[in-house]
């Protein structure tokens, strides 16, 4: 099984990007897809989920700024980032869950700095 986001980078305050996570290994379409981050010296915390059904749920932080999508023929998952703030920096992760069987997986980071 693998993760692979991609997107990040350095981008001023006010900004946008776009990260993308591909998934191989696994039947994409039966997981529900997350996206955490990790700021330096913080606990790793979720951002955005979006269920095998396309129902998704924001932390608050990030309600009205960030989108999560899913393309199940690419087998990939998406966060759009708009209005990114310096206090959204961080390492974002992507992670697949399927619950019922207990199975979870997670991707390598991506950085993403946002400069005041």
């Known amino acids: 099984v693998q993760l692979q986001a991609s997107g990040g980078g350095l981008v001023q305050a006010g900004g946008s990007l776009r990260l993308s996570c591909a998934a191989s290994?696994?039947?994409?379409?039966?997981?529900?897809m997350n996206w955490y981050r990790q700021a330096p010296g913080k606990q790793r915390d979720s951002v955005a989920t979006?269920?095998?059904?396309?129902?998704?749920n924001y932390a608050e932080s990030v309600k009205g700024r960030f989108t999560i999508s899913r393309d199940n023929a690419q087998n990939t998952v998406y966060l759009q980032m708009n209005g990114l703030k310096p206090e959204d920096t961080a390492v974002y992760y992507c992670?697949?869950?399927?619950?019922?069987?207990?199975?979870?997986?997670w991707g390598q980071g991506t950085l993403v700095t946002v400069s005041s």
């Open positions: 992670k697949a869950d399927r619950n019922y069987y207990g199975f979870t997986y």
């Open positions: 290994g696994i039947t994409f379409s039966n997981y529900a």
């Open positions: 979006i269920t095998t059904g396309g129902r998704t």
